[in-house]
C-alpha cells in the first residue's frame, strides 16, 4: 500500500471527516470515536469506535463489492482511516426496513418486531436543519436531489443489498432489521458511499431479540459499548 498524503480537511460531519489527498478523486475518510453535532446532549464516548466504525464499513463494502454492487471504499490506510473515492453525494438517507422498528412504528401505529411481508425502502432528505424529513418520489424531483432514472437505480442497488447484507448478518446470528444507504455519483454512475456501521443500521440478536450496537435510547452507554464491541466481533473476526 503506497503512503498516502492527508491534505486539506473537506469536510466534517457528525461521525466522519473527509481530507483531500494528492489524488483529485480520492479522500481519506477518518471514523471518529464520539458524534459531534450542534445542540447533542453529551454524546457517548466509546472507546475505539472510530477503529470499530472503520473495520465494520470496510468489511461490509468489500461485502457488497464483491457482490457487484459498487462502493466508494478503495482501502484501509489506518486503524480509522480508509482511503475512498470522492463522490458527489445526493442529499438522500435510503432506509431498507425488514421488520417494522424506530419511525415506522411510531408513523403506522405497528407493534416493533412485526415482520414486513416485503422490504419497505423509503427515502428521507438529508437536512440536518430540517430533521431529515421522510420524502416520496415527487419531492425528490421537485427538490431535483436525483433523476427518475437515478431513483430507479438507487432502489434496485438498495434491495440488492439488502438480499446479499440478510444471509451475511443471519450467518453472524444478527437479525437485520433495518439500514440507511447514502449514493453519490462518480463518472456517471452511481456507488454507495457514507458508511455502512450500527450507527446507520438496527442490528437485533437472531435468537434473543436483544438490541445490538447502536443504543438508540441513549439510556445505556455501558451496554452500548459491549454490543458495539459484540456486533464488530461478529462481522470482523
Ligand atoms: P428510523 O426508524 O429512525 O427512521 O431509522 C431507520 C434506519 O435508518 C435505522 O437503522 C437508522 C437509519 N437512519 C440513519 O442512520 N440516519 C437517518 O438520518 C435516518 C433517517 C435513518
Same mark, same amino acid.
Given at each position: 500500500m503506497a503512503a498516502v498524503r492527508r491534505g486539506r480537511k473537506l469536510f466534517e460531519g457528525k461521525w466522519k471527516i473527509l481530507f483531500e489527498t494528492e489524488h483529485p478523486d480520492r479522500l481519506i475518510q477518518r471514523f471518529k470515536d464520539a458524534p459531534t453535532f450542534?445542540?447533542?446532549?453529551?454524546p457517548v464516548k466509546l472507546a475505539r469506535r472510530g477503529a470499530m466504525k472503520n473495520g465494520i464499513s470496510a468489511a461490509l463494502f468489500g461485502l457488497l463489492h464483491r457482490n457487484g454492487i459498487p462502493t466508494h471504499f478503495l482501502e484501509v490506510l489506518s486503524d480509522r482511516e480508509m482511503l475512498v473515492r470522492r463522490l458527489e453525494m445526493i442529499r438522500l438517507e435510503v432506509v431498507v426496513r425488514n421488520l417494522v422498528a424506530g419511525s415506522l412504528a411510531k408513523r403506522l401505529g405497528m407493534e416493533v418486531g412485526t415482520p414486513l411481508a416485503a422490504p419497505v425502502l423509503e427515502h428521507y432528505y438529508k437536512s440536518d436543519a430540517l430533521g431529515d424529513p421522510f420524502v416520496n418520489d415527487f419531492h425528490v424531483n421537485a427538490l431535483g436531489l436525483a433523476s427518475g432514472e437515478e431513483l430507479k437505480a438507487i432502489r434496485e442497488v438498495a434491495f440488492r443489498a439488502n438480499g446479499i447484507l440478510l444471509p451475511f448478518f443471519a450467518e453472524r446470528e444478527?437479525?437485520?432489521v433495518d439500514f440507511k444507504l447514502e449514493f453519490g455519483r462518480h463518472d456517471g454512475r452511481l456507488m454507495v458511499g457514507d458508511e455502512l456501521t450500527p450507527d446507520g443500521c438496527r442490528f437485533w440478536d *437472531?435468537?434473543?431479540r436483544e438490541r445490538l450496537?447502536?443504543?438508540?435510547? *441513549?439510556?445505556?452507554p455501558a451496554r452500548e459499548a459491549a454490543t458495539y464491541q459484540e456486533v464488530f466481533q461478529r462481522i470482523c473476526s
Open positions: 450542534a445542540g447533542a446532549r453529551a444478527i437479525l437485520l *437472531r435468537s434473543t450496537g447502536k443504543d438508540r435510547t *441513549r439510556r445505556s
